[in-house]
């Protein structure tokens, strides 16, 4: 019995020792994996007790040194210095899991002894709790992930690359366009232009006469569409380079009065431009478009009345202001008035419920005018605001620096108000006087204030016989160029090339009075280096004239210093003339205000009668 009792408890005992064994050759297998694991996949492993202290530890943590075991992540902070600060982050973390009992997941930076970068590691901690459910303590577990970070990064950062390099070919190529646009596809329109005015002078029939009349406004509204979407893409691709400079504003007001007075009161309406004497600090070409598409604005939309141009100063500030009695704008129309392709209802009504020149006005406009108003407000750093009172009008600012002032680098948001109370108006630099409403129109002058003279177009020929050079490499253009010459009595000699200019000169006796030229020729040559070698042949008397679609500021700049007018295309044949007649009679500089005025006018060319082919022949052969 005894023997047999004996027996069955050995078995017992060989049995739990066969289990024992067993277990620890699991756990010898399990450590051995964890060390495998450890060592290809830089695995971080190890467990803490419900203090916090490390019980068992495997990878980056055991390598704090053999008495990492039984230490806190401050202790480890504590011994190790900066080297360590992470583990203050991932005590608290592990004190947070203790207290709620669910695991978090967190990236955790490492900075290993012995190691000259730190390690990146994907971290789970979780909860140890005994089958009772009890919380004993923290598994961590971790995956460096460093080379992984790294290599995502580098994909990434190649990506963007491609992308910022797609990008720039892309606006590379817009560039491209634009230039294009500016430039090659203007000069059809320039000849047509040219062409349609001559066809014009010669018909007699009435019917005939308002055929070319459509045409004409069918270019037009061509035209301004070309102008504005090149306007839009240049300012989006970021292809506008401002230029501030100190100028007085009554160099752009008056300019612009001057030239929108005629087709105001062409329209019933009466547009009045009150002088300043501010100066302000601004970009005066991108200024120049952004007071222009207001004036568009205000005439296209003001029927009868007036429409006011002024300024007021406030503090530092010039306020340079557009007012128009015309139909207003809806006030919930405001906020989207200089949005691209925007075209609401007036307070009048649709497009379709005007008239006459009203409709085909509503019809012309494209949406596109206060849309680069704002574009170019952002791009200088103003302020524009509008305010507006329905069948009242409209009044637009612009708040430019003084020159007194330092203007702040950092661009001002365009700014849309509230509609206006009939009471408000217009407030301009003399002019004390509320804004004009429907009883008090512009048109009625405020008492002591004077009106300043109106410039219109000279109505002259040009002095017949006279020679004009004529460099253009557009064949059409230079075609309409030399008819258009040849019509006003001057002898054309025309050429599309430098070359064959000179070659034209050289085998007639006279001298140009004349040169009118593009500025981008064949073979990067330009016509401002053209002019000025004439000039240098014949003498400085010589006028010059380029007719370009380059608005470079340099080119602006180099062409008043050196006396020679700039016009860009495309140009109406009316003030073609009136500039060719300045520059002839008068030796006038840029847009009739420039260089060599006062000067006597040079004798007509010996030899040579209005209406000579020959030399023009001679020049293309």
Request: glycine letters at 10%; one cysteine or more.
């Amino acid at each position: 019995m005894l023997n047999r009792i004996l027996g069955r408890e050995q078995g017992e005992q060989r049995e739990e020792l066969a289990r024992l064994r067993a277990e620890n050759a699991a756990l010898k297998a399990e450590n051995a994996l964890l060390n495998r694991l450890s060592a290809p996949a830089p695995l971080l492993a190890f467990v803490q007790d419900n203090d916090l202290r490390y019980v068992w530890a495997k990878g980056p943590v055991a390598a704090f040194g053999p008495g990492v075991l039984g230490l806190t992540d401050l202790d480890i902070r504590n011994g190790r210095g900066k080297s360590a600060e992470g583990f203050t982050t991932l005590h608290a973390i592990k004190g947070r899991i203790l207290e709620t009992g669910r695991g978090e997941r967190h990236m955790f930076r490492l900075e290993i002894p012995g190691e000259t970068e730190s390690r990146l590691y994907d971290l789970v901690l979780e909860p140890h709790r005994e089958p009772d459910g009890r919380i004993t303590g923290i598994v961590g577990l971790g995956l460096d992930i460093t080379v992984e970070t790294a290599r995502r990064g580098a994909v990434a950062l190649a990506e963007a690359q491609a992308v910022k390099a797609e990008a720039e070919r892309a606006n590379r190529a817009k560039s491209r366009f634009l230039a294009a646009a500016s430039h090659d596809l203007r000069q059809p329109f320039q000849a047509m232009r040219l062409f349609l005015h001559l066809l014009e002078t010669r018909l007699t029939d009435d019917p005939q006469r308002d055929l070319a009349t459509k045409l004409t406004e069918s270019l037009d509204a061509t035209e301004d569409l070309l102008n504005a979407l090149v306007q839009i893409s240049a300012l989006e691709a970021a292809t506008v380079t401002p230029t501030p400079t100190r100028f007085a504003l009554s160099t752009v007001m008056e300019r612009l009065a001057g030239e929108f007075r005629p087709l105001a009161a062409a329209n019933g309406v009466k547009l009045r431009y009150v002088p300043t004497t501010a100066q302000v600090n601004s970009d005066p070409v991108l200024l120049d478009r952004m007071v222009r598409n207001l004036i568009v604005n205000a005439v296209r939309h003001t029927r009868k009345g007036g429409i006011l141009i002024g300024c007021r100063r406030r503090g530092t500030t010039a306020q340079l202001q557009v007012w128009d009695t015309g139909c207003g704008i809806p006030a919930d129309q405001l906020p989207f008035i200089f949005d691209e392709f925007y075209r609401g209802e007036t307070a009048a009504g649709t497009p379709t419920a005007q008239s006459g020149q009203a409709k085909r006005d509503a019809q012309h406009g494209l949406g596109l005018g206060l849309a680069i108003v704002k574009k170019t407000a952002t791009l200088l750093g103003l302020t524009v605001t509008v305010v507006s009172t329905p069948n009242r009008g409209s009044g637009f600012t612009i708040t430019l620096p003084l020159a007194e002032t330092v203007r702040a680098p950092a661009p001002r948001p365009i700014l849309v108000t509230e509609v206006r109370p009939a009471a408000a108006g217009p407030a301009t630099e003399p002019v004390k006087e509320p804004p004009p409403g429907p009883a008090q129109h512009p048109e009625v002058k405020e008492p002591g204030t004077a009106e300043p003279p109106v410039k219109e177009p000279s109505k002259d020929q040009p002095p017949s016989g006279v020679l004009v050079a004529l460099l253009e490499d557009d064949p059409l253009q230079l075609a309409a160029l030399e008819a258009m010459v040849e019509d006003w009595g001057c002898v054309p000699l025309a050429a599309s090339t430098p070359e064959a200019l000179f070659e034209g000169l050289d085998k007639t006796d006279a001298t140009p009075r004349l040169v009118i030229s593009d500025n981008r020729l064949p073979g990067n040559r330009r016509g401002m280096d053209v002019i000025a070698e004439i000039r240098k042949r014949y003498g400085g008397d010589v006028g010059g004239m380029l007719v370009t679609g380059d608005t470079d500021p340099q080119l602006m700049e180099q062409a008043t210093a050196a006396g020679v007018v700039v016009v860009h295309k495309p140009i109406a044949p009316p003030r073609l003339q009136r500039l060719v007649v300045d520059a002839l009679q008068n030796g006038t500089g840029q847009d009739g205000t420039g260089a060599g005025q006062g000067r006597a006018p040079a004798p007509p060319s010996p030899g040579i009668s209005p209406g000579s082919s020959r030399i023009a022949a001679a020049a293309r052969s």
